[in-house]
């Protein structure tokens, strides 16, 4: 009964507020309360849904959750019942035999220091984690990082290897080959996340919003507004002089959302109608800041020149920054004027702007499941998992 109270106690420290987070403790609850007993049959997940007012996905996270927890059992062709809860629990404190091996359960985070979209995915993954028992390191990275501030991280590494490391874009990919060789060396599963087009050694599992298409589908929705001239809004892109002339931009920044955008515009015949700005890169602490008083004058000139596209897409934060340099300057726009976002942040919800969701809770999640998957699952293959953005709309 310990490892119970243990799961109790994690969802109380971790407050959960999120719809998936309710649901887990209303069913562990009624679980450990009788409501439901052991062989009890559960709703099916649409049921579950409506019942709770909650979405199918977040229904279907919160029985995945469960059942990585013990509380429930799925059978194949028949549905999800109530688990042996508390010998579960209580198996769970007996050590197996020395030939059978368990995972290490714990996980190294090496995530970039942005909030937005980052933050969340950091949010729902701990979430996660913390849910399923895991024990999280934390390490995140600044731009301008040079030698000096990797080094520790692989030290450690190297002293505690985890089960799995999750890795957002750690400082530029510079370090990747040093921890792949720690994670061949150790046996470690590595997971990238939310890296877009940078490339990742191949043996790395990998789960990606489909930031080309979030590009495409704001493009198409500002599109179906009557607009021909549309600005897209990204960062300067540094080129790497080392890669293959055909492949130096499209690893580079924001190259998705410009290919997405554009492969939009030319199917329905607007291909010259798509124009690219870019905020600068101020220094590698500041990065391209959109609030940077430097990419906010560069913003006065593109709203104030006479061929100013009548719509903008880009990131929540430089579309937000791009209507409060307006603001601010008494800039009058058209009446049709139009901007769509990238990240459904709270920038857009601020704003009140329609956004295209890059949907980082399930991002989090299938992180989740690759990170306790058995090895034997992976039958030697790394995984690549792409997911659908979702446009949100806004009065």
């Given at each position: 009964m310990n490892s119970t109270n243990s799961k109790t106690d994690t969802v109380q420290t971790l407050g959960d507020t999120t719809s998936v987070g309710r649901l887990v403790v209303q069913l562990r609850q009624a679980i450990e309360s009788g409501e439901f007993r052991v062989g009890d049959k559960i709703a099916s997940l649409r049921s579950l849904a409506d019942k709770c007012d909650v979405t199918f996905d977040a229904a279907r996270s919160a029985v995945t959750r469960l059942e990585t927890m013990g509380y429930l059992q799925r059978r194949r062709g028949s549905g999800t019942y109530v688990a042996n809860w508390q010998e579960t629990g209580q198996a769970s404190q007996v050590q197996p035999p020395a030939t059978v091996q368990t995972r290490n359960k714990s996980v190294a985070l090496l995530l970039d220091n942005k909030v937005h979209h980052y933050g969340r995915f950091y949010d729902h993954l701990v979430d996660c984690l913390q849910l399923g028992g895991f024990g999280t390191s934390v390490f995140t990275w600044r731009h301008?990082?040079?030698?000096?501030?990797?080094?520790?991280?692989?030290?450690?590494?190297?002293?505690?290897?985890?089960g799995a490391i999750v890795i957002q874009y750690f400082n530029n990919g510079r370090a990747d080959e040093r921890i792949n060789k720690l994670a061949v060396k150790h046996g470690i599963r590595v997971i990238s996340s939310l890296t877009t087009r940078v490339k990742r050694p191949a043996n790395w599992h990998c789960v990606e919003p489909d930031v080309e298409l979030a590009a495409s589908i704001a493009v198409q929705r500002l599109l179906d507004q009557g607009h021909k001239q549309i600005g897209v809004v990204v960062h300067s892109r540094k080129i790497d002089p080392s890669l293959p002339s055909q492949s130096?931009?499209?690893?580079?920044?924001?190259?998705s959302m410009i290919i997405g955008a554009g492969?939009?515009?030319?199917?329905?015949?607007?291909?010259?109608?798509?124009?690219?700005?870019?905020?600068?890169?101020i220094d590698d602490i500041?990065?391209?800041?959109?609030?940077?008083?430097?990419?906010?004058?560069?913003?006065?000139?593109?709203?104030?020149?006479?061929?100013?596209?009548?719509?903008?897409?880009?990131?929540?934060?430089?579309?937000?920054?791009?209507?409060?340099?307006?603001?601010?300057?008494?800039?009058?726009?058209?009446?049709?004027?139009?901007?769509?976002?990238i990240g459904n942040t709270p920038w857009a919800s601020l704003m009140g702007f329609p956004s295209v969701w890059l949907r980082e809770d399930?991002?989090?999640?299938?992180?989740?499941?690759?990170?306790?998957?058995?090895?034997?699952?992976?039958?030697?293959?790394?995984?690549?998992?792409?997911?659908?953005?979702?446009?949100?709309?806004?009065?």
């Open positions: 301008g990082w040079g030698e000096k501030e990797i080094q520790p991280v692989l030290e450690q590494l190297e002293q505690n290897p985890p130096r931009k499209r690893w580079t920044g924001h190259s492969t939009r515009m030319r199917e329905h015949g607007h291909g010259q109608g798509m124009h690219v700005y870019y905020h600068q890169m500041i990065g391209s800041s959109p609030t940077h008083p430097v990419n906010r004058e560069l913003m006065r000139q593109w709203l104030t020149s006479p061929d100013c596209p009548t719509a903008f897409i880009g990131e929540d934060v430089r579309m937000a920054a791009l209507l409060r340099v307006a603001e601010e300057n008494n800039i009058q726009l058209p009446d049709n004027f139009q901007v769509v976002g399930l991002v989090a999640e299938h992180v989740f499941n690759l990170i306790q998957m058995e090895d034997r699952l992976f039958e030697g293959v790394a995984h690549r998992i792409v997911l659908q953005p979702q446009m949100v709309e806004r009065p």
